[in-house]
């Protein structure tokens, strides 16, 4: 069984940094890609950034310049850096993956259980 486990959100003041961190446990073969999307109340869920093994990143244009995110493969584990913050940041934010787990099965996507992020004005 494959988990998502996510920690990092929490409240902070406009301007300021928080990192989230996203780790994927279980039967786990390959990862491509991994990723993090958000949900504002009242909204669809966005995507934010994404990360492939190789190292190539894609962003939302929203956030362009504030965060980066990171992977580190060996440790199934991605990371979202997420400086200057703004309220309109304010979301749950999920982890995704698209994990294979083993070489004679199909890649599936998975989700984390979502990490609150709140920016205070």
């Known amino acids: 069984q494959v988990q998502l486990v996510e920690s990092g959100g929490g409240l902070v003041q406009a301007g300021g940094s928080l990192r989230l961190s996203c780790v994927a446990s279980g039967s786990i073969f390959s990862i491509d890609p991994m990723g993090w999307y958000r949900q504002a109340p009242g909204k669809q869920r966005e995507l934010v950034a994404t990360?492939?093994?190789?190292?190539?990143?894609h962003y939302a244009d929203s956030v362009k310049g504030r965060f980066t995110i990171s992977r580190v493969n060996a440790k199934n584990t991605v990371y979202l850096q997420m400086n200057s913050l703004k309220p309109e940041d304010t979301a749950v934010y999920y982890c995704?993956?698209?994990?294979?787990?083993?070489?004679?099965?199909?890649?599936?996507?998975?989700w984390g259980q979502g990490t609150q992020v709140t920016v205070s004005s």
């Open positions: 990360i492939r093994s190789a190292g190539s990143t």
């Open positions: 995704n993956a698209n994990i294979q787990g083993s070489w004679y099965t199909p890649a599936r996507d998975y």
